[in-house]
Structures are given as C-alpha cells and as structure tokens.
C-alpha cells in the first residue's frame, strides 16, 4: 500500500499550530537550530529486510498479520515508513532469501518509493536445502576447506547480487564458535577466518567495503570466533582499507563502555557502521532507546565529536542501520519508535557544547563536564525532529499518522492474516 500525500498534509495541518509552539519554545534555546534541522534531514537510517516481519525466539513465533511475502512487499513497508518519517531512504537485503529476480526492476521499484539499496547480508549460519556442506560447524572457520569454500562462494554471490543493485558494502556476520572447551583450536580458527576472509575481500569491487561484525555468545556459548571489537578490528586491519569492523549495540557484554569502543574504532578510521538497537540482559534486539536511551546519547555524543574532528561527514561517512527483532509489536510501528530514537539522540548529541566541554575537560571541572552532556541529553529536542520531518514532506506525528490511516488492517487485507515474512 502506498501513503497518499494528502493524508500527510491533512494531518500535518491538523497539528501545525500546537507543533509551531513547541518547536518555538525549544529553538529559543538552540543556538544554530537550522542547522541541527538540516543534519537531520540528511540524517538516514537504513531499514533491514528482516525487521518487517515478526521475530520470534527458540520457543516460538506469533505472527502480526499482513507481513510482507515478498522482496516488493518489504521494499513498499519500508516506502511507507520512508513516507512518513522522511528518514529511512533505504534498504539492507539478506541473501538468499533477498535474491532480486530482475535488478533492475527491482532498482526502480524501489527507488518509486525513494529508496536505495544499503549494505548486503551474507548467511552462512544456518543450512540452504541446495547446499552441499553443513554449517554445523561453521563456515569461514571450518576445519575442511570444502566448507570454507562453499561458505566464500556465497559471500562472493552476495556481492554480485548487491553490485546489480548499487549497493556498497557486503555485510558479514558469524555465528562461528564453539560450544565446549577443547572443540576448537582458537588460533587455528581465527587464523581460517582470516584466510577466508581474505579471498571474499579479494572480490570487492573497488568502491566496496566489507564490514566484520562481531559478537560475544550465541548461538555459540563457549567461543566465538569473532567474538569481541579486538577480534574484528584484528580482521579488518590484517584484511585492509576496504574492511571495518561493524558494532551492533546488542552484540556486547552487560555494562561494556560501547561508546569507548566506538571512539577509538573511529580514531583509527575503522568503524563501518552501526546495527542499533537495545537490550536489558544480552542480545534482546529491543526497540532502539526502549532500555537505555543515555548510553545511546553518549554513543552519538563521541560520533559527533570524533566525526566532526575528522571532517566526517554525519550522514554518509559510516553506515547507519537498524537490526532488531519484534516479537509482540507490529514491526512497522516498532521501526519507527527506533528511528526517532535515533534522531533523538544524534540531536541531542548535535546540541552538546563541545568548545564549553573540551574547556571544563582542560580544567578538570567534573561536575562542569557532566553538566553541558546533561544540558543536552535532557532538551527535549522532539519538537525540532517534528520540523526536520514537516519541512522534508513528512509526517510531523508518523506513529499517529500510520494507526490513523489503519494502515495495519490494509495491510492485512492486500496479504493475508497468515502472511509470513520470508527470512529470519
Ligand atoms: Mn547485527
């Protein structure tokens, strides 16, 4: 289904004028407002093939009704939040259940709605029924060369099917691990990885990145063999320019400094992108902000300042994507709690007075310090975010606006109570 414009405008209307009030009364205190509002238009979240339908956990899956069946049924989900928020211009596929039949159809299609194609997803963490080998053990990692050149081959696919779609980057994450003490020789499997690594490497074009993504536990309990920052950026600097190493939030242990990680990654021209999302107790893939909302913040506090002092710029020097799972909300909706979240904190990060910290840093004036980040992290910045939406053509209230429009039910109608997703 496709959002008419005029629903926007309608609604828009209806809430100009309390909407004029409270961006007045929060820009008063922005010292460059408009140009918080211009980052923030530019300001783009891509939005995974996986996220449009519901999760599930190992214990199971109940289903939202009116998923999307199809690579245009989750490229019109992600048209329509696009629609509405202005903020999430494109979308990440997962081969192979992604695997464009026609590309260039499938490139204008998407690109009716507004969208491109970010970074590619490689699979070899559970078995294809066409598959010759078994990832049971791996794939990147394994001890028999077959299964390593089997897992090396479909990256290379991977990469070929995102070059017909103008995407940039092939996206790699491992579940490679072990799950006892003893089932592994951990030198010799990081030392495969590499090897492996570096023939998917070989392949990129030239304007290509690879991003390693790393991740402590699960499905592996005892091991993982990229499992840690240190182990991915190990890769990605034996590998070379064209490889970084990816953080998703989720992918750490309890109370880890992500926000350090993300730092140093950044000094070192290392750190590809971002997976976002939130988690209480592991890798819970909550709604972005849901939990933590401040560490969140913080994270964004050291883009900004790392960024800006390596003349980045915001928007297009590092990838920017969600990588959640819903398991009892409507994904749509979930999405776009996330996005505002996101720009909810890159805009408070955008309103930390960084000449004023770096002052009471010099100082050692503690208190001074913690007082500026607070300042900012505690503006209530919505209404501006509101106006960065309203002036792009978006919808200044898009949840509202998406359970107004019944938008749910006409999806459920055009596809069915039963839909399933293809995918994870
Ligand atoms: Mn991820």
């Known amino acids: 289904m496709e959002l008419g414009k005029h629903l926007i405008e309608e609604h828009n209307q209806s809430l100009l004028n309390t909407h004029k009030r409270k961006f007045d009364f929060v820009a008063e205190g922005v010292s460059d407002v408009e140009g918080v509002i211009k980052k923030l238009i530019d300001f783009q979240i891509a939005i995974p093939s996986w996220a449009l339908g519901t999760g599930g956990t190992r214990f199971g899956r109940f289903s939202g009704g009116g998923e999307p069946r199809s690579l245009e049924e989750k490229i019109a989900d992600v048209g329509l939040i696009h629609a509405l928020n202005k903020s999430s211009n494109s979308i990440s596929l997962h081969i192979p259940w992604d695997i464009p039949e026609n590309a260039t159809e499938i490139k204008a299609y998407a690109s009716h709605f507004g969208l491109h194609f970010d970074a590619v997803n490689s699979n070899t963490f559970q078995d294809q029924p066409s598959q010759a080998h078994s990832y049971k053990y791996g794939s990147l990692h394994h001890v028999d060369k077959a299964v390593r050149q089997q897992a090396i081959e479909h990256n290379i696919e991977v990469i070929k099917y995102g070059a017909e779609l103008d995407s940039k980057a092939l996206s790699v994450w491992l579940s490679d691990g072990s799950n006892f003490p003893g089932q592994l020789n951990m ?13 998917i490497y070989e392949a990129l074009p030239n304007d290509w990145k690879v991003w390693v993504e790393y991740k402590p536990y699960e499905p592996n309990f005892y091991s993982t063999t990229i499992g840690d920052w240190g182990q991915s950026y190990l890769l990605s600097s034996k590998l070379g320019e064209k490889a970084q190493t990816l953080v998703d939030l989720g992918h750490h242990l309890g109370s880890t400094n992500i926000e350090q990680i993300v730092s140093l990654l950044l000094m070192e021209g ?9 988690s209480k107790y592991g890798d819970d893939d909550l709604t972005v902000g849901s939990i933590n909302p401040y560490q969140l913040f913080l994270i964004f506090n050291e883009l900004v300042e790392g960024m800006d002092a390596r003349g980045m710029n915001h928007a297009t020097a590092i990838g920017w994507m969600i990588d959640a799972s ?32 770096v002052q009471a840093q010099q100082d050692n004036d503690v208190v001074q310090a913690q007082e500026i980040l607070q300042q900012a992290y505690r503006t209530d910045v919505r209404p501006i975010l509101a106006e960065a939406r309203l002036r792009a053509g978006g919808a200044i209230q898009p949840l509202a606006l998406f359970r107004g429009t019944a938008a749910r039910n006409q999806l459920i109608q055009e596809r069915g109570l039963k839909a399933v997703s293809t995918g994870l």
């Open 270 to 278: 290392k750190l590809a992108g971002f997976h976002f999302n939130d």
């Open 187 to 199: 030198r010799g499997a990081f030392e495969r990885t590499l090897d492996s690594l570096q023939h």
């Open 326 to 357: 819903h398991n009892v909300k409507d994904p749509i909706e979930d999405l776009l709690q996330s996005v505002e979240a996101i720009k909810i904190a890159y805009a408070q990060a955008l309103l930390v007075d960084q000449p004023a910290l």
